[in-house]
T-cell receptor, first 114, second 115 residues
Framework: AQSVTQLGSHVSVSEGALVLLRCNYS??????LFWYVQYPNQGLQLLLK??????LVKGINGFEAEFKKSETSFHLTKPSAHMSDAAEYFC????????????FGTGTRLQVTL | GAGVSQSPSNKVTEKGKDVELRCDPI?????LYWYRQRLGQGLEFLIY????????KSGLPSDRFSAERTGESVSTLTIQRTQQEDSAVYLC?????????????FGSGTRLTVV
């Protein structure tokens, strides 16, 4: 069975600083990996997804994530944080793209300060 | 509609009462999912509908929970005899096909508080 661990329930960065949100997964087969973002009072939106093509995946709003099989990681990064990036971020895994269900991590709340 | 609509956005109920949560998916989306998010926890899968196929109810935590969907339209999640541990945000999502790779669109959720 697959699982996802997000290290750090809260991360605080200064505006303009690097954003790094960590995600490690466990899967018995090559996984499909996703990052979702939830802005206050809104539904989750897909940021990016890894589906066994390029290991470096670019998403919306300047975010990207790199799939590292040796480290079983799929960390989310953004070179320069903006105030509008403050939100909750969820990593999710599925064992294949035809699966109907995602397994989500517990989420990381990103705070951006001036 | 333009997005997934959930109602009510907030619900406070007394322990032991029944509640109904509604989800209106994006028009044309054949797949509909319910997830639960308890405080400090990840999203927990509850149930999945795909077209006219039998729903996947493997995530429902107890027989107090049930859900219905008529065709490819509105779904209702019902919780009978609510307990305090049922307090959570209940999220609905829909997708064009029943595959995670096709991308989910989530509603903004119903925050249920059982007092």
């Amino acid at each position: 069975a697959q699982s996802v661990t997000q290290l750090g329930s809260h991360v605080s960065v200064s505006e303009g600083a690097l954003v790094l949100l960590r995600c490690n997964y466990s899967s018995s087969v090559p996984p499909y990996l996703f990052w979702y973002v939830q802005y206050p009072n809104q539904g989750l939106q897909l940021l990016l997804k890894y589906t066994s093509a390029a290991t470096l995946v670019k998403g919306i709003n300047g975010f990207e994530a790199e799939f590292k099989k040796s480290e079983t990681s799929f960390h989310l990064t953004k070179p320069s944080a903006h105030m509008s990036d403050a939100a909750e971020y969820f990593c999710a895994v599925s064992e294949d793209g035809t699966a109907s269900k995602l397994t989500f991590g517990t989420g990381t709340r990103l705070q951006v300060t001036l | 509609g333009a997005g997934v609509s959930q109602s009510p956005s907030n619900k406070v109920t007394e322990k032991g009462k029944d509640v109904e949560l509604r989800c209106d998916p994006i028009s044309g989306h054949t797949a509909l999912y319910w997830y639960r998010q308890r405080l400090g926890q990840g999203l927990e899968f509850l149930i999945y509908f795909q077209g006219n196929s039998a729903p996947d109810k493997s995530g429902l935590p107890s027989d107090r929970f049930s859900a219905e969907r008529t065709g490819e339209s509105v779904s209702t999640l019902t919780i009978q005899r609510t307990q305090q541990e049922d307090s959570a945000v209940y999220l609905c999502a829909s997708s064009l096909e029943g595959r995670v790779n096709s991308g989910y669109t989530f509603g903004s959720g119903t925050r249920l508080t059982v007092v």
